[in-house]
């Protein structure tokens, strides 16, 4: 059974650091590519960083680029984001997702690129 778990999120105070981690099993977690993506209430899901298992090339969108750092370990088949200098509006439901590895780096954004889903946690960051 393929499962992505993701643990780290919490309430913190704008301009402190959090570390998600999104642990994997059931699936050759090497050869996938795991995304993280956020949704705010009101607002569609987005798609925050992400990052090859297999040669480790990461993407970010640029509202996290700077501050949060999309990271792999592969013999724990967990991928981290660190976010650091939080924001109000880095609140959301935080969500980590697998996939294929990608045909084009443009399409890391596209939940239809994914395969499987966690829970999600829920980051939220006070003024």
């Known amino acids: 059974e393929v499962q992505l778990v993701e643990s780290g999120g919490g309430l913190v105070q704008a301009g402190e650091s959090l570390r998600l981690s999104c642990v994997a099993s059931?699936?050759?977690?090497?050869?996938?590519?795991i995304g993280w993506f956020r949704q705010a209430p009101g607002k569609e899901r987005e798609g925050v960083s992400c990052?090859?298992?297999?040669?480790?090339?990461?993407y970010y969108t640029d509202s996290v680029r700077d501050r949060f750092t999309i990271s792999s370990d592969n013999a724990k088949n967990t991928v981290y984001l660190q976010m650091n200098s939080l924001k109000p509006e880095d609140t959301a439901v935080y969500y980590c997702a697998a996939g294929p590895p990608l045909g084009l780096a443009s399409i890391w954004t596209y939940e239809s690129e994914y395969d499987y889903w966690g829970q999600g946690t829920q980051v939220t960051v006070s003024s």
């Open positions: 059931g699936f050759t977690f090497d050869d996938y590519t």
């Open positions: 990052i090859s298992s297999r040669d480790g090339t990461t």
